[in-house]
């Protein structure tokens, strides 16, 4: 990141001020929220570092602490809204090429390991390739990010980069060394008016061959052009650049050509061997306290970067500003004071020119522009705590201090109490996990795998100053002044220095060392972080550095979008700068052992499918096909992921994969990472370059590649030939890096990913080469490779595949010939000496001085690892007894592990050597999977041996060849063809084996096969064909000819020619009996003797159809006589003619004729069955011919008439019995109605009705006008028939509880049990009585239905008795709580509302008298009896009650009880109702006139509208003129039909009123006409007491209207004027009870004959008002009586016998009018209804269309009203 200064000075040197406006820092622990004041500069006295407070022993483990989680809709994620698109191809920098990108398809996405298989060819040129997963795959991010925190790495960019590091370096050791001569190096030296570069002048003149022969060539010129120099007077150049050279690099290249080689003898004396190859540390920088920046200022890149910065403030006083991009306009630099001026100064301003090194001298006067500090809980709130913030204050720089050894880290790290979270820190890899030190710090890139080299440090008291003593001698200042380092705090005498010091400095004083340089580099600690927090600092980092240096967009006003190309350009020009040093963090190589993975685990996610996919970072490197899966342990970074946490330009450097491994990398979530991949053809070119361009840092760390810690441009690496190619991943992107393929990248911001390694079987060569460049390096590899192919070699057992063989067996191979070598090189040395037999030799019996031992127990590594190569010693292993070291079966003996001589080591003196395999288990070993492995191979040869055998192979031998080659599981190139050629083989051998052997099973299968080839038909020609060819003898000689040809030999050749020699033979016997003629058995002997060859041969085809027709006539001879079907006489024909048989054949001729008379006897039976009329006797004559003339038939037909015949056999038989049984004279013995109605409808099922038929029928429509007189009394005259017999149960039911006289007697009136006891009204008061409901005597009812209480009740005034509101229509929601009541009962003019006609009972009892003389029983005989009896015992009751001379006003009570049950009940009591009705207007009048006489009760139903008005309604209009066009017509024609129907209406009430005895009086009012209004009910007021008709009250009212009024007596309904219960039209005469010129008293009620019809009362004889004489009275008597039957016979005998003929229907003659005439009459008649609305629009249709039925036939019409009674039930 940018150095920023401290919080107090916002300003750096000559006024360079801080852009960056980040305020993020790592979250603080424990106490750590101290925080230190922006304005006044005071520091807090805690501990803070620029990333966050580290407490000194930090006692919160990471996996306990939370913070706030990460909202990962704020990331760029694979699947949402915030993942980014895949752009086109970019123009990167340096003009590189794009890796490939893959998408695989969810197939081939199946196999990891297959499709990295596949494309591994392509990708394998690039070194590095991006998969992009199907969008079906996007595992969810598994992470807790509340618990996940993590420890950061610091990154100076300018550090990482080898040229520029190398540069820096060098200046910053110059200008100590100057220092210490007393030269102050304060600037660099100007040149032309240029900072002069003094490392690129070094190395120009190094290029060229040293100093002094750069002047005797006079280079000099020359090499001010290469650094830039365009002076045109090139020899003050030369004078200047030679002048530079010899001033300031001179004495310094004199000095190093002195120390060197004592400063690189202590560095191998401390590392434990020479420096090449090195072994020195990782470069990880450790501090012995948990803040860092007590080592900021040691850091070369520091010093050099202050120099070039302090060079800036040098002449040209240029202002230090923000770098603007390349596409932003340049502002106007202005000239700062102070300092000396940097290489690149003239018109070049650094990019982090506002930012200030730590280890400057701080300025007092700021003058740079600050951004307002951002507060988010960090440690230090100002705008300047970035991760290169330090507030620690150190001031100016001091000289470098040299970098701590390994073993005082480890020691500082054990006081500091951390030893237990970093003890794998320091490794590229940690090695093994450890259960119980499970690291819980992350390591960088930059950290090295394997643990530190041996220093060896002198013997001194650690808890002494490290000043104190001599570094070299390890003595006090007893033996000598001690000279202190600046730089490192070392102490040395000097007269232990080389070059050796006289006087002890009085100034300040750097050792050799440090002025030499030992190469030591590394990334220091940084912060502690939660992802949000770190995505928070990110951010703000990302914002401020970019906030400036961005153009305007003069379309938004604002500064453009940061893009990827920016990034990049910018990532490149930072670490390639020397004066500007940004620094970053990056979360690299954070073990997912303690973080967790972000992918699911089986163990914390079993139930997610992403846990076990093969893809899963976690599940590959243990996939069955990768060779990670034979190491024993887990080791964190190979098999197991690391993490890795990235920001804007955090970057891992040049490195190629541990062990030379793939690795796989997938990023969860975040911004673009870009990587960079050199294929592994090039690493020599990689390796040689990096060495040719940084030779300074290999000198004292050869194994700098190892370090990943140093970045070369590609601009460089193409140009030493290195391929460089680039791709950038993206969230839910991978990206394999293949095998010793170098790669490096940088973040583009806030991003996380994880990565793992993983090994194919192709990998293995590489591994090896791997370990061994390993151990020339000297470093600890991550895992035995040698174990690890043993393990494979002895872990898979039965079940080593010849895959795993196949790459196995070469690598067993190299590693058995290696160590068969090294063991024999030291047993070579052991034996050199020592002349008495050897333990190591099996012929050795005596004891040898060399201990030896054969040991296969595991060991911890540390007991097998080498101590000088560092590589693990599995097979063989040679340990020091004194030191305990050990070491590797190489270095055994030559190097010095003890101070015992090499010729005793050898010999075995306080050694011993360990072997885990003997040399004859290497062997077998070895042996076992080199046979595996070689398995195809010997196959091969086996193959090729048996080809150049010659002759003819055995069929045998091939088939066991080719058996063992199909048992093993690999590729075999010659198996297809052996395959080919043995099925050939086979195919011959199964089709000859037909003609060889066959079992008597398939025998008789082919004589089936034989006999259907015959018969088989043409459409099965094909079939037919190939079974022939198959047959065909020519075949067998073929397979002879083809054995020979294919070359093989098998038995079957033998046995073929052996058949092919029996059929000849045969073949001769059968024509000589054709010849001369044989019998059936010995035809058929020879017949079975040629199938058995099965081949088909002329002459057995001849022999088998002579047997076939002999067979024919046998069967067809014995078939003669017998009943056989058509179809069977049809086959038998079919048989002769396919055989040949000639049609004069006896046989031939006799079945023809049969077939004919059958065929003839089948079309007439047909014929008569599908008639309309079956002539029944027919079919008798023909079943009876196919018995008598046998002829054949088919049973289908035989069957259908033999069926009908014995329907109508049957149906006639139950005619006869039905007719007999009705004539019986006692009709309780004749049928049941029900019984008839059964087999009538069975008839309907006959084509032809049976003899009595319509007998029958005539006296079942005799009964059933029985019912519909019936019906009619009951009102139910358009009902279905079978609704008379429900209804009357109905009645029954009814009058039961009206007529009841035992438990409903007179009581005084009752209370409903609901209710609580009324007021007491004087004599009439209510008395409460208690009732039990279980006792019918003592329960209350009500109401004229008498039946409980139930639903609304309601009570009439005058009575107090309670009724019934559904009983009487009343509506709950038109009565009021004070409303006043009259009923029914006390009023007469009150109706009651009756849903049917209630029929007289003396009409009933007449009814009855008709059964009789019924032909059936009718099913309604019982409840009729029980009706009439039920009324006739009721009336019988109270005939005592209706005697007109006893009668008295204190019988009112009692006759107003039996009324009301009289009105309930469904029959009339005519001449009882009347009676009491007059009777009670006589003792209480309430209604001003005397109830009229009342003769019917019919239904008071509301008519239903008419289809006229049904119209207007439907069409929403009340005059018809209104009505659409298309419907007027049809409204017409039904207003036309309305008038006619109210015509015939009123003349028919005329000729009603006419007729009538009794008059009403001319002021009398029909009750029905009342109205009352529609919102109450006619007899409900509020008044408490009803009025009467002698008061004043408008209650009972009854203005004078029309007598045929039709006003409802209840609201919303009308009457009819003849529907009424009281006959409108009559009155009771004053005279009603006493006539004049009566003898005595009695009752007498006047007869009246209105309720006769107008026909029947012109067939009585009277006129009924028509005028007879006139044409209009005469046409309407006829219309009338021209209805019926009986009608037109009165008419006949009223106006002759020709009436007809001359009546306006005289088109018709009598005979001609029959059943139309009279259904056309009832048309009219029921049209009449119609339009009268007497009865229901579509009930009137159905009774017309039943009635038209029911004339013309009987058992029809019944079924049609049953169905019509059905719909009805429904409705």
Sequence with gaps: ???????????????????????????????????????????????????????????????????????????????????SREPSKRNRPYGLEEAPTYRPTEDEWKDPFEYVRKISPEARKYGICKIIPPDSWNPDFAIDTEKFHFRTRKQELNSVEGSTRANLSYLDALAKFHRQQGTNLNRLPYVDKKPLDLYRLKKAVESRGGFEKVCKTKKWAEIG????????????????????????????????RQAKPGVYQQLEYEYGGPLTPSPAPSPIKRSTVNTPSSLRAESPARHASDALQQTLNGPKQENDRDTIMADAPMITSQPAPGGFTAINSGGFTPVNAGFTSVNRPVPTDPKGFTPPPKHHGSPHPSAKNTPDFRPSGLGPATALKRQLSSDSLDSAKKDNGTDKDDSENGSRRSKRLKKETVPTVAGSHMSLFRPSAPRIPVSRDESSNPAEKCEVCGKGDEAGFIAVCESCDHGYHGTCLDPPIKHKPDAEWNCHRCLVGDGQFGFEEGGLYSLKQFQEKAADFKQGYFENRLPIDPVLNCPRPVTEDDVEREFWRLVTSTEETVEVEYGADIHCTTHGSGFPTAERNPCDPYSTDPWNLNVMPLHPESLFRHIKSDISGMTVPWVYVGMIFSTFCWHNEDHFAYSINYQHFGATKTWYGIPADDTDKFENAMRDAVPELFETQPDLLFQLVTLLTPEQLKKAGVRVYALDQRAGQLVITFPQAYHAGFNHGFNFNEAVNFAPSDWEPYGLAGVERLQQFRRQPCFSHDELLWTAAEGTGSGLTIQTAKWLAPALERIHKREFEQRETFIAKHQE???????????????????????SADVSEEEYQCAYCKCYAYLSRFKCLQSGKVLCIQHAGNHACCDIPERERYAGHQHKLYYRKTNDQLNETYRKVADKANLPEAWEDKYEKLLDEGGKPALKTLRTLLSEGERIPYDLPSLPALREFVDRCNEWVEEATNYTVRKQQNRRKNDKVWQSGMRKSIGNSSQEQRERELRRVENIYRLIDDAERIGFDCPEIQHLQERANSIRAFQKNAEQYLERGCGQESIEELIEEGRAFNVDMPELDKLSEILEQTKWNMKAKANRGQFLTLKDVKELLEEGNRLDIPPYNDNMRYFSDKYQAGMHWEMKAKELINAEIVHYPQLEALSNQVQVNTLPVTAETLAAVDQILHKQREAHRQIIDLTERSKNPDYKKRPKYTEVVEIMKKLEDLNSKPTGTIDLEKEQRRHEDWMRKGKKLFGKTNAPLHILKSHMDYVLERNLACFDIRNDTPRLPAEPASRAASEERGEEGKVRRTWDINDPALVEVFCICRRIEAGMMIECELCHEWYHGKCLKIARGKVKEDDKYTCPICDWRVKIPRDAARPKLEDLIAWQEEIPNLPFQPEEEEVLKKIIDNAQKFRDHIAAFCNPVLSTAAEASDQRFYLRKIEGAEILLSYETNFFRQELHKWSPVAPDPPPVLEVSKSTRKPRPTKLQKMLAQYGVDDPEDLPENMKSKANSLKRKAMNAEAAAAAAQAAAASSSTTLVPPNATSPSSHSFGSSSHPFLSRSSQPSTPALTSTSHAHPPQRSNSASSSRPGSSLRPDGTDINSTTGLHPDFFMSAGSNGPGPRLTASDSSLTVEERLMRGQDDGLNLNTAAGKGKALEILRLTETGRKRAEEMFGPDVWNHSRDDAFTRTNMGQNQHDDDRDVDRMFLDLTNADDDDDAKKERQREKERLSVTADSFEAERNVMDMEDSD
Aim: aromatic share 6%; charged share 15%.
């Design 1 to 83: 990141m940018v150095s920023t200064p401290s919080a107090g000075h916002s300003g750096g040197l000559g006024g360079v001020s801080s852009a960056n406006g980040s305020s993020r820092a790592s979250p603080a622990v424990g106490t750590a929220n101290h925080t230190s004041s922006s304005t006044n500069g005071l520091k807090s006295k805690t501990q803070v570092n620029s990333n966050g407070y580290h407490p000194p022993n930090p006692q919160v483990p990471l996996s306990s602490m939370r913070s706030a989680p990460l909202d990962l809709s704020s990331v760029e994620r694979r699947g949402q809204a915030t993942a």
């Design 225 to 256: 052009r290469d650094l830039g120099y365009s002076g045109k007077i090139m020899s003050s150049l030369s004078t200047s650049l030679k002048n530079s050279y010899d001033r300031w690099l001179t004495p310094y290249e004199n000095y190093l």
């Design 833 to 855: 000496d020592n002349h008495h037999p050897c333990a190591l030799t099996p012929e050795s019996e005596e004891q040898c001085s060399l201990a030896f031992e054969v040991s």
